[in-house]
């Protein structure tokens, strides 16, 4: 690595990182459509020494290193929520968009590391591949999400990437500077669940005239919670929410149609399958008992979040011996969803959690929160681990023993 360790060379670039994230939270875009966030990118890219390509709307790739020897990609998502900013932060967005999750970070600490990557090309005994993704929100109609999209345009081919590897900002449960992951399943899958369900109109004095379709969506909810009370072990994560129930405009008039949309979050591949078919099921007959119908439909899924074991305790090694951090297995998976499963179910990927600030450390709203702040004091740590998992891997491919780090169990 030279004279500088990972952390210190990344720290002399926390200007250039903060000012990247900077620029990038006050213009947030949604989805697949980032022309600025893109344009932003593709510039920073090329001043740094980089041919930027965009594989898909929104979607850039870029590479480090030499593209005949191993490949080890990294991934950052640009796109922001369609939520209106309430942080009271002085580069707070004003377009109605908001980077809540953390993506403007993510993508300002993977510039960071293009920049660590280029002072050290010749050094590399491989290429690293940088992948900037639009859609991981999946707020966009397609029904393929950011990471599929590029999945689907070639992402892991040419150079055929070997390993992946993402790093995603934490607040509130997550200590700053600490570093999270854990072996198999990380995140939970993630399928919107579309309802239709079906009646006949009528007057509100006159029911028996109608099939109040109301009436057939309480039942309906009532039954998928039961569903998970009585048909899900209860030492399995599995989530089934609705957090959108719509039917009617008046207090006298049964109308035709309701309208239900919720999310079925799992973490097992085999619960997955098994409770969109009894979603299903229990939603079509409670309305055919009734005398309605219910359509069923599962939008933009993805599944879970694989962090394979071996490379996940490779990269551990890393982080460790490099003194970037001291990693922490959690005991479960995260609830919510990310689409680098994608990726993690076509090559060995490992996904790890930044900290950036804990309840008690002043960062008391969580990710997707309106008000949420993230603190900048540890982007540069994300810089710099993730220059260190790549550079390391590479290193590793080129020969040497391979370092054994140990991680510990969470409190």
């Not at 004091?377 to 550079?391: D, K, N």
Request: charged share 25%; glycine share 10%; with cysteine.
């Amino acid at each position: 690595m030279g004279e500088l360790g990972y952390i210190e060379e990344a720290e002399a670039l926390r200007d250039d990182i903060v000012a990247d994230r900077r620029w990038l939270h006050r213009h947030p875009e949604t989805g697949f459509d980032l022309p600025e966030t893109t344009a932003y990118v593709a510039s920073r890219l090329r001043e740094i020494g980089c041919e930027p390509c965009e594989i898909i709307p929104g979607g850039i790739v870029a590479h480090v290193g030499n593209v005949e020897g191993p490949c080890f990609m990294l991934r950052a998502d640009m796109d922001a929520l369609p939520l209106r900013e309430e942080a009271d932060v002085p580069f707070a967005s004003a377009n109605g968009n908001m980077h809540a999750c953390g993506h403007d970070a993510h993508t300002a600490m993977l510039l960071g590391v293009a920049r660590i990557l280029k002072n050290h090309e010749a050094e590399l005994k491989g290429c690293v591949k940088l992948m900037f993704q639009p859609d991981e929100e999946g707020t966009a109609p397609d029904e393929v999400t950011g990471s599929g999209a590029m999945l689907a345009a070639g992402v892991l081919e040419n150079p055929p990437v070997e390993a992946a590897a993402a790093i995603h900002l934490m607040t509130v449960d997550y200590a700053r500077g600490r570093v999270y992951t854990r072996f198999g399943a990380a995140f939970s899958s993630v399928d919107d669940v579309d309802i239709e369900i079906v009646g006949k109109g009528c007057h509100g004095s006159q029911p028996q005239h109608g099939i109040d379709p109301i009436n057939i969506a309480a039942h309906v909810f009532l039954a998928l919670e039961n569903l998970i009370a009585r048909e899900v072990d209860p030492t399995e994560q599995c989530v089934l929410t609705f957090g959108s129930i719509h039917g009617g405009s008046a207090a006298n008039i049964i109308p035709d149609s309701v309208h239900m949309l919720g999310t079925l979050r799992t973490v097992s591949e085999k619960t997955r399958d098994r409770m969109k078919k009894r979603t299903a099921a229990i939603a079509e007959r409670i309305a055919e008992g009734f005398g309605g119908t219910a359509k069923v439909r599962f939008l933009r899924g993805v599944p879970s979040v694989y962090n394979d074991p071996a490379l996940t305790e490779e990269l551990v090694g890393y982080i460790e011996g490099e003194a970037i951090a001291e990693v922490e297995l959690l005991e479960k998976p995260l609830p919510g969803s990310d689409d680098m499963s994608v990726i993690s179910q076509a090559v060995p990927t490992s996904y790890f959690v930044l900290g950036a600030g804990s309840a008690e450390e002043g960062c008391a709203y969580p990710v997707h929160s309106p008000h949420v702040v993230f603190d900048e004091s540890v982007f540069p740590q994300g810089s710099a681990l993730a220059a260190a998992i790549a550079m390391r891997w590479l290193e590793n491919r080129g020969g040497g023993e391979r370092p054994r780090g140990r991680a510990r169990l969470a409190d």
